[in-house]
């Protein structure tokens, strides 16, 4: 099973910018497709954005569409998430996860789709 490590949360104003990343070890990320979701306390876990296996197919929750962006570098075994135009709404433990690649493009819709997660990092959107 694939190991994550999240690093980049923190505290930001409002309209701020904030790069996550997610380090992966194990195993090689290039047969994955990635994943970031958020939990606000006392709300569900829900999906943010997620990448294929080859970062040819993208999807993004639409709270979070043109704001956020999701990229993946395969020889650095990372996944990253650029948050732009942060919002106190976007303040949440933001979690990497992966799970195998089952088709070309590949990209799961829901935290159900993932498998494998990190431990999360917290960001904080000040008003």
């Known amino acids: 099973q694939v190991q994550l490590v999240e690093s980049g949360g923190g505290l930001v104003q409002t309209g701020g910018s904030l790069r996550l990343s997610c380090a992966a070890s194990?195993?090689?990320?290039?047969?994955?497709?990635m994943g970031w979701c958020r939990q606000a306390p006392g709300k569900e876990r829900e999906f943010v954005a997620a990448i294929s296996w080859n970062g040819g197919s993208t999807l993004y929750a639409d709270s979070v569409k043109g704001r956020f962006t999701i990229s993946r570098d395969n020889a650095k075994n990372t996944v990253y998430l650029q948050m732009n135009s942060l919002k106190p709404e976007d303040t949440a433990v933001y979690s990497c996860a992966a799970t195998p690649s089952l088709y070309f493009n590949h990209v799961p819709s829901s935290p159900t789709g993932f498998d494998s997660w990190g431990q999360g990092t917290q960001v904080t959107v000040s008003s």
């Open positions: 194990g195993r090689t990320l290039s047969s994955y497709a």
